[in-house]
């Protein structure tokens, strides 16, 4: 999440110019959203797309981060200009708001952080209607903060960026990126791979296991939360349930993984997997079915976990499952 590293700029005193794609047509290599910050020594953090047209928009923000004001930049890159650039043919034209940020406007980004810890919706509201005096301000859907003449809500669970014409203003909706929470049953060798990289995608993650020293912070620094719970009962009392979350099971046992998964299948998880072979997911299956639990209980849950890349070592299917988890938060799995 960029803002964490925006924030750890303007804590250091740093002002800097901040690039977003608010806008497009046809075909670009982002989408609406898309950020990326420049220092004014010329140094950048995160990528709208690279080639020609993230250098020309960093050239223009390196002035923005030194002073100059800001930019609403249309950037063209149909390949159809006067010089016949061949750099720049994807096809589609991309809008890009070029602003500075500046120091003073850290409790901004503290709230932004604060929000998007709390999985609640969020994002940024900006005003261009003087493109050279972008105004910033953050919506938080906790709070009861009177809203834009628009349907703010039902942007922020899309969370896809918007430019927006109401009366004679022009408004930025900017949600802050999908998130979700990544709850870890089992601590081992694998839980903890996936742990690193979910985290460096900007999931939430918590870890549950039976021993403490398999759920500790010292052995998952990156974890929101590690619980310990005797033989993996009444696991949702304690670490919570929602719609935003994706339950991975990966315990030392079939049995537990059985046990897990039962729970599992009460609660509205947006994904489940689980690990193992085909058998044993059969197995774990008849014995649930005589529960009580249905095929299309059953439908909801991805087994063998993660995507079908030929993986082997712990680190390779942790790439194959956050893969799988990326898609499922993208609404394409």
């Known amino acids: 999440m960029i803002e964490k590293e925006i924030l750890a700029q303007l804590h250091r005193g740093r002002t800097i110019a901040l690039i977003t794609i608010i806008d497009k047509s046809g075909s670009a290599p982002r989408l609406p959203g898309s950020k990326m910050f420049v220092a004014s020594d010329g140094t950048t953090t995160g990528t709208i797309g690279g080639g020609r047209m993230e250098h020309t928009a960093c050239e223009a923000a390196v002035k923005v981060a030194a002073g100059a004001v800001p930019v609403l930049a249309e950037i063209d890159m149909r390949g159809t200009g006067a010089e016949g650039d061949t750099d720049m043919i994807c096809g589609?034209?991309?809008?890009?708001?070029?602003?500075?940020?500046?120091?003073?406007?850290?409790?901004?980004f503290e709230q932004a952080l604060a929000c998007f810890a709390d999985g609640a919706k969020g994002g940024w509201l900006i005003d261009i209607s003087n493109a050279e005096r972008p105004l910033r301000s953050f919506l938080d859907m906790r709070s009861d903060s009177p809203l834009p003449d628009v349907d703010c809500k039902a942007i922020m669970r899309r969370r896809v960026t918007q430019l927006i014409q109401t009366g004679e203003q022009s408004l930025v909706i900017d949600p802050l990126p999908k998130s979700g929470t990544v709850v870890l049953f089992g601590g081992g060798h694998?839980?903890?791979?996936?742990?690193?990289?979910?985290?460096?995608?900007?999931?939430?993650?918590?870890?549950?296991?039976?021993?403490?020293?398999?759920?500790?912070?010292?052995?998952?620094?990156?974890?929101?939360?590690?619980?310990?719970?005797k033989d993996f009962q009444n696991l949702f009392t304690g670490i919570g349930q929602g719609e935003d979350y994706y339950l991975l099971i990966i315990t030392r046992g079939h049995s537990y993984d059985q046990?897990?998964?039962?729970?599992?299948?009460?609660?509205?998880?947006?994904?489940?997997?689980?690990?193992?072979?085909?058998?044993?997911?059969?197995?774990?299956?008849?014995?649930?079915?005589?529960?009580?639990?249905?095929?299309?209980?059953?439908?909801?849950?991805?087994?063998?976990?993660?995507?079908?890349?030929?993986?082997?070592?712990?680190?390779?299917?942790?790439?194959?499952?956050?893969?799988?988890?990326?898609?499922?938060?993208?609404?394409?799995?």
């Open 92 to 108: 589609g034209i991309q809008l890009l708001l070029i602003e500075r940020l500046t120091p003073d406007m850290a409790p901004l």
């Open 190 to 229: 694998v839980s903890k791979e996936v742990a690193w990289l979910a985290s460096s995608v900007d999931f939430d993650v918590v870890v549950c296991d039976d021993r403490q020293e398999f759920s500790n912070a010292e052995r998952f620094p990156m974890a929101r939360a590690t619980h310990v719970i």
């Open 259 to 333: 046990e897990v998964l039962a729970q599992a299948l009460r609660t509205p998880a947006r994904y489940i997997g689980m690990i193992g072979s085909r058998r044993k997911r059969d197995i774990c299956y008849g014995n649930l079915h005589d529960q009580g639990f249905s095929d299309a209980d059953f439908a909801r849950v991805h087994c063998p976990v993660g995507l079908s890349i030929g993986s082997e070592t712990p680190r390779e299917i942790a790439v194959s499952i956050i893969a799988e988890l990326i898609a499922a938060r993208a609404g394409v799995l």
